[in-house]
């Protein structure tokens, strides 16, 4: 809802003061009630614009016949789309060596994307179509 108020910043305020001053619940409540309207169609909209990209990586990762643990990282991207090479160790149980092949075997299909490609240690990847499906900033 907090995206809708900023959206309509001046009419909720405008209509808080209604409430206030001369009790206008009527036109506060069909305020509100509009935005979770639109607030659910857009989150629905997100929803199966994720689940799009979700079937399109599976497909991509299927066709070039990669491991189940390639697809479960994939998969966990929708989760937390900024990931490590030790978060990925971490989640697959596996060995450093064998998540950094994992994480470079999404970087090669343009899943991921390392944000700092001047380190060698601690480099973080992001899934960028994950942000700007969801609409919102990349973490830097």
């Known amino acids: 809802m907090s995206a809708f108020f900023e959206q309509h910043r001046q009419r909720y305020y405008?209509?808080?003061?209604?409430?206030?001053?001369r009790g206008a619940w009527?036109?506060?409540?069909?305020?509100?009630?509009?935005?979770?309207?639109e607030q659910e169609r857009d989150a629905l909209s997100c929803a199966k614009r994720l689940q799009d990209l979700q079937a399109?990586?599976?497909?991509?990762?299927?066709?070039?016949?990669?491991?189940?643990?390639?697809?479960?990282?994939?998969?966990?991207?929708f989760e937390s789309p900024?990931?490590?090479?030790?978060?990925?160790?971490?989640y697959l149980n596996v060995t450093y060596v064998r998540a950094q092949?994992?994480?470079d075997k999404l970087v090669q299909p343009n899943i991921l994307q390392p944000l700092d490609?001047?380190?060698k240690?601690?480099?973080?990847?992001?899934?960028?179509?994950?942000?700007?499906?969801?609409?919102?900033?990349?973490?830097?």
């Open 26 to 37: 009527h036109e506060w409540v069909g305020f509100f009630l509009r935005g979770v309207a």
């Open 56 to 77: 399109k990586w599976h497909r991509r990762l299927a066709f070039a016949r990669k491991s189940a643990l390639l697809l479960r990282l994939a998969d966990k991207l």
């Open 117 to 119: 490609t001047e380190k």
């Open 14 to 21: 405008d209509l808080l003061l209604a409430v206030s001053r």
């Open 82 to 90: 900024l990931v490590t090479i030790p978060l990925a160790k971490d």
């Open 121 to 140: 240690y601690g480099r973080k990847f992001i899934a960028r179509e994950i942000f700007q499906v969801i609409g919102e900033k990349e973490v830097e």
């Open 101 to 103: 092949r994992i994480v």
